[in-house]
């Protein structure tokens, strides 16, 4: 049997640089597989507690990380 990580909390905590340097507006531009303005909105709405996009966001992340690692 599987075991739930705290997520949310962590991408509002200890991952949470991390994920802002990922899901920066540049680095999502520079990408340009996702829409910046909407995964900025869904990431402000996370980070303030109004929504919990946190699997939907590290689907987001996980790509830009692969990509960041494959493209240098």
Request: net charge positive; aromatic share 16%; proline share 4%.
């Amino acid at each position: 049997m599987g075991f739930g990580i705290p997520l949310a909390s962590w991408l509002r905590g200890p991952l949470k640089d991390w994920a802002e340097n990922l899901l920066s507006e540049k680095k999502l531009r520079e990408g340009g597989f996702f829409q910046p303005t909407i995964i900025r909105e869904k990431w402000e709405e996370h980070l303030k507690g109004k929504r919990h996009w946190h699997f939907n966001l590290w689907n987001v992340l996980m790509f830009q990380a692969w990509l960041e690692a494959n493209n240098h």
